[in-house]
């Protein structure tokens, strides 16, 4: 019998402080939105300094787990179907049914978490046979 992998659970922590974050900073986006209060619009707007955090969480994560995951390329392709049912409920059902409209999402985190996935997942057999080297340097590169 195969040996249960130990799970990381530092990652599980991060990711789940990254998904209350995004909560919260979406609920007051609605409270402006929806209630029509501009406090809420207010505070989403103070917070929207320390969003790029939570997605720079969730995108190391991501990275991450791709390099765990024994198919990122399936993992991707259900983060980006959530992503691309985030996009019909904000183009389509909110504006339609629900009269909301501005709040349209064509490409949103998860949209670029799952094609990263995708990506990730399709050349892992070529940055497997890279130089660890070479690879950190082309990744100050196109990071700089």
């Not at 195969?2 to 986006?29: C, N, S, W, Y």
């Not at 995951?69 to 049912?85: D, E, Y």
């Not at 940055?127 to 340097?137: F, P, Q, S, T």
């Amino acid at each position: 019998m195969e040996a249960k992998k130990k799970r990381i659970e530092l990652l599980d922590e991060l990711r789940g402080f990254a998904i209350l974050a995004m909560i919260v900073h979406h609920f007051f986006l609605d409270v402006g939105d929806i209630l029509q209060l501009d406090w809420g619009y207010k505070i989403f707007n103070e917070l929207c300094t320390v969003q790029p955090i939570f997605w720079a969480i969730f995108i190391i994560i991501s990275g991450i787990c791709s390099r765990l995951s024994r198919n990122a390329v399936k993992r991707g392709l259900i983060v980006f179907g959530a992503g691309l049912v985030i996009t019909f409920v904000t183009v389509v059902i909110m504006p339609r049914l629900m009269g909301i409209d501005g709040a349209k999402i064509y490409f949103g985190i998860l949209h670029c978490l799952g094609a990263c996935m995708i990506i990730t997942g399709l050349a892992m057999p070529l940055i497997e046979k890279i130089d660890a080297r070479i690879g950190v340097l082309i990744c100050a590169v196109l990071f700089s």
